[in-house]
């Protein structure tokens, strides 16, 4: 049956708030466990069940589907909530439902967990902040303790370069940055951003005109080649990967900032990896961490302090995390076992001792597996 823009214009201003939620917390695909949470702590609904009547209503009328969420090809109880096209259209204000693109049917779950963690980023530690302050906890008010803190936990894999833009003019920093490295940063990624729109574009023209819409920059074209950028840097020596590494490898490693604040002449940074399936190795998280320390030191002119949160999924993923970070490590020649590999491969990305003393990383999880994966205990079986 078709149903009328109008009636749909009409579904979508009645339930504005939550398609703002959808749309701003989880790029346009969110758990529907996550979202009655917000209804809930906003106050816009007192009930599962009338809150389960207005997501019916909205998927009735098209502008919200449901997918189910799988689980290494298994489907979990656990519904996913994803925006239709008029739905996106009604916020960003576009005339039709061609100026915008679709969100594909889910092909893999790091989207959705990349959301899941996020917005538990959100519900447990950024809301009770509001509370504290005695601030009634709206969408205006999380956005706001979001921009106060400087972080990037809304930024998607394509969006360094906007982050990048809006620091340098960011009036509390500009007495600590280094502006001369910035800028350097700023011209390398609008460079690697027009190369994009280059490729895309003459992509469109070899097609004869077909599907113009595409050239807006699709989501995933452009998430596709950050992450080519991003995997052809792996090629490269230490010093290049160091000097080379931008907000965008790092958004693309699923990293972010949680929060950059000045104290006493010093910049604090704390930064958040989501390990989204239990897989990353101490190594590979290492050498980002020393990169990303690289980066913000170029930034800042060195007057950094980086404190790490590595998120797994489960406290089997971050007990496993640790216990490699802790393992001792072993020279090859006398097979004496010397420090731990942590500061180890920091050492060997040029993090010495005395700018250790300024990292500290530390291993947490957000009970992912119990909550939102049935309790799945298998950390294999949320992989694609």
Not at 99 to 115: D, F, H, T
Not at 126 to 134: M, S
Not at 143 to 162: A, M, P, V
Request: charged share 30%; hydrophobic share 35%; glycine share 6%.
């Amino acid at each position: 049956m078709t149903i009328l823009n109008a009636n749909k214009q009409t579904v979508c201003e009645k339930y504005r708030l939550y398609l703002e939620i959808v749309y701003r917390f989880g790029n346009k695909v969110i758990m529907m466990k996550q979202l009655y949470r917000y209804a809930e702590v906003l106050g816009i609904v007192k009930s599962f069940s009338a809150f389960y009547s207005t997501i019916t209503e909205l998927v009735d009328a098209d502008i919200l589907r449901k997918e189910s969420f799988d689980a290494f090809g298994k489907k979990t109880q656990l519904q996913m909530l994803v925006m239709r096209k008029y739905g996106i259209r009604f916020l960003e204000g576009k005339p039709s439902s061609y100026s915008v693109a679709s969100v594909k049917k889910a092909q893999g779950n790091e989207r959705i967990l990349v959301g899941i963690f996020k917005n538990q980023y959100i519900l447990n530690k950024i809301i009770p902040r509001i509370k504290k302050e005695g601030t009634r906890v709206t969408l205006g008010a999380i956005n706001d303790l979001l921009e106060r803190d400087h972080s990037t936990i809304l930024h998607n894999k394509n969006q360094g370069l906007s982050f990048l833009e809006k620091m340098q003019n960011e009036a509390t920093l500009q007495e600590y940055l280094d502006m001369l490295s910035v800028e350097q940063d700023i011209e390398k990624m609008q460079k690697i951003k027009q190369r994009m729109g280059e490729g895309l574009r003459k992509g469109s023209e070899a097609s004869e005109g077909k599907g113009r819409g595409r050239l807006r920059l699709p989501e995933a074209s452009s998430v596709d080649c950050v992450e080519k950028v991003a995997k052809r840097s792996q090629d490269l020596g230490k010093e290049e990967k160091i000097d080379n590494y931008t907000l965008d490898t790092m958004l693309s490693f699923n990293a972010y900032i949680a929060q950059i604040k000045t104290e006493k002449g010093q910049v604090k940074i704390t930064l958040l990896i989501f390990d989204i399936f239990n897989r990353s190795n101490i190594y590979k998280i290492a050498t980002h961490i020393a990169c990303m320390y690289h980066m913000f030191t170029r930034y800042f002119n060195d007057q950094v302090e980086l404190k790490v949160g590595v998120v797994s999924i489960d406290e089997f993923g971050s007990k496993h995390l640790k216990s490699q970070a802790e393992s001792a490590t072993i020279d090859f020649v006398s097979k004496e076992r010397r420090d731990t590999r942590l500061p180890h491969i920091l050492s060997k990305w040029h993090v010495d001792q005395m700018m250790q003393e300024q990292i500290d990383v530390r291993f947490i999880h957000y009970d992912i597996t119990d909550q939102f994966l049935d309790g799945i205990k298998h950390a294999n079986l949320i992989r694609r």
